[in-house]
Each structure stands twice: as C-alpha cells, then as structure tokens.
C-alpha cells in the first residue's frame, strides 16, 4: 500500500532527539563509504543504479528501528512486494513468466549492492511484451457486442486470483473484465436517461438542461463500448509511458514495504510533490489519498476543507473517475497515485467531479469547488452540550490533529495552547465534565501530546520513546499546574493514531479519563524522519543527484505501564458499536507492521481525586446500546458490510447487477443515521452573528446532536455525576 499526502500539512511526531532533513540519526551514523559503496570505499562503476541502492541499502540496515538486514531473506518478501506493483491484479503476467522472475527472487540484495538490476529489466521486458499484446486483445473484443443478459462469473477479490497458466487463459479473465466493465457503464447510463425522481437540493440549484436522449438497448450497449474503450486507451497510454523513475519505484520499495509499511522511498519527482505539500501554500479538494492496489482510496478528509466542508466525499471512498468542465471523465482506474493527484488537484474555484464507489458499492458523482484548506476550521473547537431538562452542563473539545507550526515557535499556533485556551473557557461555564473528542485524529507534534496530556494530570510520564539502539526517553510533564480536573472522558475511534493514542494511553493508565469508542484506535506506535538521500552521497557521485528521500521508521512509542501503542492501540474501556467495525483498518491488518512489545514501565502516581466506577458504567453502556435504535442501524450496517466482503466471487447479468444496485442504494439509505436529538443542546459560545457563522454553528451542533456516541457519552456523564 502506498500512501502520498494530498493537499494536506502534516507535522511529522518528533522528540528532543528526532532526525531532521540531511542529518545522520545518532544511532546510526555512518561514513560515506558504508552507505555508498563497497571494495574499500571506492566505487566499482559510475552506476547511478549502484549508488541509489547503496545509498538506500545503508540508510535502512543503520537507521531503521528493526536493524533488518537486506539480505536473501529479506529479498524473497521483497520479491513478493515486487510482484503485486507489477500485477496486482495478475492481468498481464502468465503463471509462466513468474516462474522465469523467479529465479531472481533471492537476489534483489546483490542486485542493490551492484546496481545489476537484471529483475527489473527482464519484469519490465516482459510486462511491456504481455501489455502489448492484451492491449491490441482489448480493443478487438471491444469492437464487438456483449451478451449482457448473459450470466458470468467475477472474482472481486485480486489477491484470490492466480497468474493465467497460459495466453487464453488470460484472455478469458479479460472477457470477464471487459464484460464487467461495459456492465458497470451501460447501468450508468441507463440511470442518467432515467433518472430517479428523488432529487436533492445541490440538483434543484442547477440550472435547467435539456432532456437527455433515450437510447434503445442496442445503442446503450454500443456506447458502453466505447466508453470503455476511451478509458483503456488512457489507461495503456499510461503504462506504456512508464518512466525509469516509475520502475525504480517499484523496485526499492518493494524493499521499503518489508521494513514497514510507513517506510517509503521517494523518487526525485514524488520528493518534490512531498515538499510542496510540507509548505501549506495548497490549493484543490483537501483529501488525503492512497494507491491500494489498483484504485485511489481516500485515507481521510483534511478538517476544514472544500471536501469536509461538502461533507459527500468520505474516508474509505475508491475515486474511479475524474472530470473536469465540460469534458469526458478520466478513468483512473489502474493509475499511478501521482498521476491521478495531478488530475484532482487544481486552482481555487476550479470544479472537479468525483466519480466514488462507496464501501457499500453504490456509486456516485462527488461535485467539489476546490479551494485554498481553511485552516481556521482545523483548529481545536469547543462547545457547551447539555440534555434538556437537566442542569448539569459539559464541555466538549474537539482536536482534529496535533497541529504545531514550528517555523513560527514563538507566536504561531499550537494545539496545546488552544486547548488550554478551551479548557478554561468551559471551566468559566462551570462544566461538570469534559469530552475531549479524538475520533479520526491522525496525530501530529509529539510534543503537543505530551502538553495536552499535562493539562490534566498534576506532573509526571507520558509517554516512552524508544531508539532502534534500545535506549529509551522518558517525556515527562513536568509543570504542576492542572487545568482541568473534574471527569473526563476521551472518545477515540480506529482512525485516531498516533500522537492521539499517547494522550488516550497516558489518561487511561493514569486513570484520569475513561476511554470511550470502538473496539480499538489505529495502533501506530512508530515515528518516522524524512531524509534527503542528496546529504548522503559522495562527493564522486554529486553529479547523479538528485537521488530523492526516505521516509523511514526510527523509534517507537510505549506507554508509561511499559506495554506499547504499536500495532494493537489503545482499547477503550466502555467498547460501543463500530461504526468502521467491517474496515480492516489499522496496523495489525497491515502486512510487515512492526508488533507489539513491552518496556519496563515508569513510575507514575495514579490520579487520586476521584475513581470511575468502570464495571458499572460499563453495565450500564450495554443495556443503553442494545435498546438503541441508531446503535442498532450501526450494527446491522457493520454485519451487513462484512457479508458483503465475504462474498468474494459474484454472479452477474444485467438484472442481476441492476437489483444489486437498488438493494445497495435502499440499505444505505435504510441504515443512514440522520435523525437529529433535539433533547442534546449545543450551546453556541462564540455568539456567531454574521450568516457564514451562524451556518457554520448549525451544521456542528447538527453533527452532534445526530452522533450516537455524542449521545452515550452524556449518559455515562449521568451515571458518573447523578
């Protein structure tokens, strides 16, 4: 899986101790000569290939936190990785041709140490060979009709298919593909000549256009055909474009992925686009994507920007298509995340339509007005929440990120300090309790985590930060003022990660706060440092640069109890219904994440004040859930989405794909939770008075007057505060 940040600041975590750009990390720090050449120091050919492997090789076997060594071991799992970015979705190479790779599988080590990059070359000979001669197949079989009534079977699921065993084998799993695909268009279509007789309010705004020409079966099918055709052509335009760039890509992260899944080299071209995305001058639609597989996921929804502010696009959404103006959507099925980056992003005002498949499998055309990320909406918010009827008053604080501008320390902005600011703010509306929201909070400043965490606690550990050496720092809060103390209740959710799970962690084994949420957070327990591969080379080899940068894990997180935040998280105490119980999201479903260990814990003073009666609340919980009906919206969608996913080969014809769809259509609409509590108060601390405002507000509280867990949580409030 590779990730690339789109349209988004991200504060990389960091310790007194962390790597910066072009420095060499204290536990790793090796002369020229060990990270880019072999014999003595002296290089053995003016190979840019040999000093990039070289370089990489070194960098990774010193700096990275596991000390893996690249060797036949490790070039067999390599060679694993390398095989899905060369087809993933086995469409172009025969059982044959990894046969013939094959050999080369132990060999990937030798090959970075010598620049000799024979897999590569023979892959690429190869795969362009297989692509060839699938493309001219493509075309043909489009040329012709299909039987759409005709019932055939699909496998959804890539990693179930084997490698063809010979040519027409092949062609008959495209038979299947194309015969999909022209489906999939032709329902399309047939949907926008009838379209349905709900429409929404975004649809009545749009000016009126004339009606749309209703085609017969024949001519619907027809220009299903070249539709599909359009997008296959760009499709293999793109891969018959690759670059040397494209395959080294390829190549050495195969080698990156087995380290862990948050190592990752970037090519010179990828170096840049990163940059560009550090500076925070960024324009279009404010998602963070990912390459999974063959499709673009979006990973998350950047706080505050044009796609949150629309609130259609979603984490978990698979972008298809892209359009732009007037002209024909482009298909970015099958590629590169780059690429399709390029296609998305564009001017402030400028429109983009998203052509999504949702986790339900309904798809839908996304409208996004790009524009400048606005900030000011990704900051830390507060609120008062109260029940009608009852006195008793809570804060709520909601931290999207751990933001910290840390060109500007002395007056930019921080969440810490925001915060803080929050905190008292509530306290002057004389709170009984406080949510602190961390629900699809990524992390960010690690400094941030252990400031927010000492807002609540008198002094002491947060958390523990281990080296690859094995040494292992302590950050402490060490001021003794304590900003909030009356109960607290943090709620996370697998989306929270990082930075967000170290304050949950810290509160939880401190027994300040009870932890509410799914069944567990994110469990990314890692820090990573980005280095410019350029600060390494020799001064013999300076003329081949630039040579990019890696993005490569150096330390670990632990808990003050000794046990770590990595790969399992943080698990609640009160577990409510998953909201993304069916999403095998975090790191104990990625592959080569680094596991779960255990440190020797800190000393540490539990939070004596008050204690929370955890069984009890806990009990309680329960039977509030189960006689919940938006809960049980909750559940009945998670078991209907794992059923689904169970279901890995499919039967299909035209009526069948169709009656598909509206079932589709009418349980997402069935299981959608929009009613509003109006029993939940949301008490507007700003005094919004200008219209923008005022909308702002509404949209907020409606959000969390709809929010289930918002809900429960006033109701664990009650039982701890009667």
């Not at 359009?230 to 080698?255: A, Q, Y």
Request: proline share 3%; glycine share 6%; charged share 35%.
């Amino acid at each position: 899986m590779k990730y690339i940040y789109v349209l988004i600041c991200i504060s990389f975590l960091s310790c007194s101790n962390s790597i910066k750009k072009g420095e060499v990390a204290s536990s790793g720090n090796s002369d020229e000569g060990s990270l880019s050449s072999t014999n003595g120091g002296e290089l053995l050919s003016p190979s840019r290939e040999r000093v990039l492997g070289n370089l990489l090789k070194g960098v990774l076997e010193n700096m990275h936190y596991s000390k893996k060594k690249i060797n036949d071991k490790l070039s067999e799992n390599g060679f694993k990785e390398f095989l899905k970015r060369l087809d993933f979705g086995k469409q172009f190479l025969l059982s044959t041709d990894v046969k013939d790779l094959s050999q080369y599988k132990d060999k990937i080590d030798d090959e970075m140490k010598s620049g000799q990059l024979t897999l590569l070359q023979k892959s690429s000979s190869i795969l362009k060979k297989r692509q060839k001669a699938i493309q001219t197949y493509v075309f043909e079989r489009l040329a012709k009709p299909f039987d759409l009534n005709k019932k055939f079977t699909y496998e959804t699921d890539a990693e179930n298919r084997k490698f063809a065993k010979d040519e027409v084998a092949l062609k008959k799993r495209w038979d299947t593909l194309l015969h999909y695909d022209v489906l999939e268009k032709y329902t399309l279509l047939l949907e926008e000549q009838n379209p349905s007789k709900k429409v929404d309010d975004k649809k009545k705004k749009k000016k009126k256009t004339e009606p749309v020409k209703k085609l017969g079966h024949v001519e619907l099918e027809k220009k299903s055909r070249e539709s599909v055709k359009k997008t296959f052509t760009r499709i293999f335009k793109r891969l018959n474009n690759e670059t040397p760039g494209d395959e080294l890509d390829k190549f050495f992260n195969s080698v990156t992925r087995v380290y862990d899944p948050h190592t990752h080299y970037m090519i010179p071209d990828e170096k840049e686009e990163f940059d560009i995305e550090m500076s925070g001058q960024l324009e279009g639609i404010g998602a963070l994507l990912r390459e999974e597989d063959s499709h673009i996921k979006v990973e998350r929804i950047i706080p505050g920007s044009a796609s949150w502010r629309g609130k259609e696009l979603k984490a978990e959404d698979v972008i298809l298509k892209v359009g732009q103006g007037e002209a024909e959507p482009v298909s970015i099925v099958d590629m590169s995340l780059k690429e399709a980056v390029k296609l998305i992003r564009g001017k402030k005002g400028s429109e983009v339509r998203l052509t999504v498949k949702k986790p339900s499998g309904l798809i839908e055309i996304v409208s996004i007005i790009r524009d400048v990320v606005q900030i000011e909406d990704s900051y830390v918010k507060s609120t008062v929440i109260s029940k009608k009827g009852d006195s008793k008053k809570y804060g709520y604080i909601f931290i999207p990120r751990f933001y910290r501008d840390f060109g500007n320390a002395r007056s930019g902005r921080n969440c810490s300090d925001d915060t803080r600011k929050a905190l008292k703010r509530l306290k002057a509306q004389n709170v009984s309790g406080v949510i602190l929201d961390l629900r699809n909070n990524g992390g960010g400043a690690l400094k941030d985590s252990k400031l927010i965490t000492g807002l609540f606690i008198k002094n002491g550990p947060v958390v523990q930060v281990k080296a690859s050496t094995g040494a292992v720092e302590v950050l402490t809060d060490t001021d003794d003022e304590i900003i909030y103390d009356k109960p607290l209740i943090v709620l996370i959710n697998r989306f929270s990660a990082s930075a967000s799970e170290i304050v949950a962690a810290a509160l939880q084994d401190y027994g300040r706060a009870i932890i509410v949420g799914g069944e567990h957070s994110h469990g990314k327990g890692t820090v990573q440092a980005v280095l410019d591969l350029d600060s390494y080379v020799p001064a013999s080899a300076r003329e081949m640069t630039p040579f990019g940068a890696l993005k490569i894990t150096i330390q670990k997180f632990y808990r003050v109890n000794g046990s770590s935040t990595q790969y399992k998280g943080v698990t609640p105490d009160i577990i409510l219904p998953d909201l993304y119980g069916h999403m095998e999201t975090g790191e104990r479903y990625l592959d080569y994440s680094l596991k779960w260990q255990k440190v020797d814990p800190v000393k540490y003073s539990k939070w004596n004040k008050f204690t929370y009666p955890i069984s009890k609340l806990r009990a309680n919980s329960e039977k509030r859930v189960n006689g919940s009906a938006k809960f049980s919206k909750i559940k009945k969608n998670v078991n209907w989405f794992k059923k689904r996913k169970e279901e890995k080969v499919k039967s299909y014809d035209l009526n069948t794909y169709l009656a598909e769809k509206e079932m589709i259509k009418t349980k997402s609409e069935q299981l959608e939770i929009v009613e509003i509590n109006s029993s939940i108060l949301v008490q507007d601390l700003d005094k919004s008075s200008n219209e923008v405002d005022k909308e702002k507000f509404k949209e907020f509280s409606e959000e969390l007057q709809k929010d289930p867990y918002i809900e429960e949580t006033l109701a664990i409030f009650a039982d701890i505060i009667p």
